[in-house]
Antibody, heavy 124, light 109 residues
Framework: QVQLQQWGAGLLKTSETLSLTCAVY????????WSWIRQPPGKGLEWIGE???????NYNPSLKSRVTTSVDTPKNQISLKLSSVTAADTAVYYC??????????????????WGRGTTVTVSS | EIVMTQSPATLSVSPGERATLSCRAS??????LAWYQQKPGQAPRLLIY???TRATGIPVKFIGSGSGTEFTLTISSLQSEDFAVYYC???????????FGQGTKLEIK
């Protein structure tokens, strides 16, 4: 049973850097991409970016200039850094495993295991 | 950029009845669509991937259908634990990008 445990600073001031870590327990780490998703209070889900065990990354273009993800394969951990935060970055941040299924030769990607979320509040 | 639009924003259904939720893509996404359920204070839970394949442990009452631009999540025999917010999600191959719909809140009528 794969479990994701995440942690990081929950209260930041404007212009600081958000830093979160997600550890993977109980399953394969190397065969997957691992995503970060956030959800502002009362709003929907926004994908931030993803990384695989080799360090290959993809980012949401709207956040790309401020996002850095990293991987520590021996520890089965991924990390997220978001720089120059503002109140608009206040949200619950989730890490998730990316699964894939192939249909008609094309991949269909989805998040099949989620962490419990970390609430991050940015104040001035 | 592909936009995912869910309707309705809120759906009121009585327990025991059936709910039908819709998700529309601004252009064809083939079968590259997933559905999630989210309850207050919890992380989303994967229900359906590949438009119609139930995830591990998901009851048969959850049925995903559609392809191209029109998708439906049907939930039969609604019970109290089914009332939640539901999101659809698409993955775009290039540039790599995951897009969620804005969600449908399924509430008790």
């Amino acid at each position: 049973q794969v479990q994701l445990q995440q942690w990081g600073a929950g209260l930041l001031k404007t212009s600081e850097t958000l830093s979160l870590t997600c550890a993977v327990y109980g399953g394969s780490f190397s065969n997957y991409y691992w995503s970060w998703i956030r959800q502002p209070p009362g709003k929907g889900l926004e994908w931030i970016g993803e990384i695989n065990s080799s360090g290959r990354t993809n980012y949401n273009p709207s956040l790309k200039s401020r996002v850095t993800t990293s991987v520590d394969t021996p520890k089965n951990q991924i990390s997220l850094k978001l720089s120059s935060v503002t109140a608009a970055d206040t949200a619950v941040y989730y890490c998730a495993r990316v699964g894939v299924a192939y249909y008609h030769g094309s991949g269909s990607y989805y998040m099949d295991v989620w962490g419990r979320g970390t609430t991050v509040t940015v104040s001035s | 950029e592909i936009v995912m639009t869910q309707s309705p924003a809120t759906l009121s259904v009585s327990p025991g009845e059936r709910a039908t939720l819709s998700c529309r893509a601004s252009q064809s996404v083939s079968s590259n669509l997933a559905w999630y359920q989210q309850k207050p204070g919890q992380a989303p839970r994967l229900l359906i991937y590949g438009a119609s394949t139930r995830a591990t442990g998901i009851p048969v009452k959850f049925i995903g259908s559609g392809s191209g631009t029109e998708f439906t999540l049907t939930i039969s025999s609604l019970q109290s634990e089914d009332f939640a917010v539901y999101y659809c999600q698409h993955y775009n191959n290039w540039p790599p990008m995951y897009t969620f719909g804005q969600g449908t809140k399924l509430e008790i009528k």
